[in-house]
């Protein structure tokens, strides 16, 4: 399993519900690294999208205590756990929010970073990556200008990723 966000210079990832930026290049990363693949999200995620839809071309899931209608509900870290299991790992990937990126990056053998040197004005955050001893900065691209920010793609490795085990939480 893998985390894909943006996050400007204070780890900071969204704000209101929505993102911060809009950075055209980083959404088509997103887009064409997680088509066709396995998203899991939380409810306040799946309600941030354009009319409260999930992502087509790829299975949503999202993790909350309630039944949400047009996706793959799923109530506990148990459940979760059970579901993703039946995909490759490199298939499933952690879209937020921010709790569901704390309960889960312990557990994600990469982070696909999207850098945005400046502040967004964040109200919703990810640990920082640098001074988890966990992570290890495995690329850092060359930096770019998307809509007037500059970005750097980066990828994160979990040095000891937690395996999930059924039942076992």
């Known amino acids: 399993m893998k985390a894909i966000f943006h996050a400007d210079k204070n780890w ?8 911060m930026f809009s950075l055209p290049k980083d959404m088509k990363f997103f887009r064409e690294t997680t088509m066709g693949k396995v998203v899991v999200m939380g409810l306040n995620t799946l309600r941030s ?3 409260e839809r999930p992502l087509k071309g790829r299975l949503n899931i999202v993790l909350c205590p309630e039944d949400v209608e047009g996706v793959l509900t799923v109530h506990n870290l148990d459940e979760l756990f059970a579901e993703i299991g039946k995909y490759p790992p490199d298939d499933v990937f952690v879209i937020g929010g921010a709790s569901v990126y704390r309960e889960l990056l312990p557990y994600c053998t990469e982070a696909l970073v999207t850098k945005v040197e400046g502040e967004g004005g964040a109200d919703a955050f990810v640990p920082d990556l640098d001074a988890d001893e ?28 937690k395996k999930f085990e059924r039942g076992g939480l």
């Open 134 to 161: 966990n992570f290890v900065l495995a690329f850092e691209g060359a930096p770019e200008t998307d809509n007037g920010h500059i970005i750097r793609f980066c990828t994160y490795q979990n040095k000891s990723p």
């Open 49 to 51: 999208f354009p009319g």
């Open 12 to 19: 900071g990832i969204g704000k209101n519900n929505g993102l």
